[in-house]
Antibody, heavy 120, light 112 residues
Framework: QVQLVQSGAEVKKPGASVKVSCKASGYTFIDSDINWVRQAPGHGLEWMGWMNPNSGNTGYAQKFQGRVTMTGDTTLSTASMELSSLTSEDTAVYYC??????????????WGQGTMVTVS | DIGMTQTPLSLSVTPGQPASISCKSSQSLLHGNRKTYLYWYLQKPGQSPQLLIHEVSSRFSGVPDRFSGSGSGTDFTLKISRVEAEDVGVYYCMQGRHLPYTFGQGTKLEIK
């Protein structure tokens, strides 16, 4: 079945970087964008950016510009999101989500299980 | 950034009764291609968000027909015709028309 499986929880110190991976299966990885969304404890959803696995093109929310890098490895069907200069405000669950294409109006139709990143 | 304002922020509903959530955007979500990039997601307790509705009113595969979406421009509504116990969670609207994409604050649905 179509799924996104993310890497495990991370604990990082302030100032460090974290890299979260998202392995796609059940569909052709290069056919769909991968978006990253985060959710701080007890808070709502915040879109961080997107990456096109075919072209490598990316688009980041201005809030994260200069601090986030989204990449894809087509040989492994895996997307990654690296966030640097971490502070306690980056403590959150990070989700990858597939951009579903025109049939679903480009909605995020498949989500990973989430990766908890704790900065402490 | 486009503001997405949901009301109410919480809802307590008796099973079998209807529920309605409003979502208002600070700018129109209608694109020149005549598509409106407004989605609804449900995040059940302890789970990842899941897609319910795309393009304002189209139910995603497997979503029960008790869920319906409506609206245009800047005003949108999600309705549940008869709430069931499995519908508990937080409902989010999201706009995909303008970068950065933005979500509403979420509406928590509880069962009475």
């Amino acid at each position: 079945q179509v799924q996104l499986v993310q890497s495990g929880a991370e604990v990082k110190k302030p100032g460090a970087s974290v890299k979260v991976s998202c392995k796609a299966s059940g569909y052709t990885f290069i056919d769909s964008d991968i978006n990253w969304v985060r959710q701080a404890p007890g808070h709502g959803l915040e879109w961080m950016g997107w990456m096109n696995p075919n072209s490598g093109n990316t688009g980041y929310a201005q809030k994260f510009q200069g601090r986030v890098t989204m990449t894809g490895d087509t040989t492994l069907s895996t997307a990654s999101m690296e966030l640097s200069s971490l502070t306690s405000e980056d403590t959150a669950v990070y989700y990858c989500a597939r951009g579903g294409g025109p049939m679903v109006n480009f909605a995020f139709d498949i989500w990973g299980q989430g990766t908890m990143v704790t900065v402490s | 950034d486009i503001g997405m304002t949901q009301t109410p922020l919480s809802l307590s509903v008796t099973p079998g009764q209807p529920a309605s959530i409003s979502c208002k955007s600070s700018q129109s979500l209608l694109h020149g291609n005549r598509k409106t990039y407004l989605y609804w997601y449900l995040q059940k307790p302890g789970q990842s968000p899941q897609l319910l509705i795309h393009e304002v009113s189209s139910r995603f595969s497997g979503v029960p027909d008790r869920f319906s979406g409506s609206g245009s421009g800047t005003d949108f509504t999600l309705k549940i015709s008869r709430v069931e116990a499995e519908d508990v969670g937080v409902y989010y609207c999201m706009q995909g028309r303008h970068l950065p994409y933005t979500f509403g604050q979420g509406t928590k649905l509880e069962i009475k």
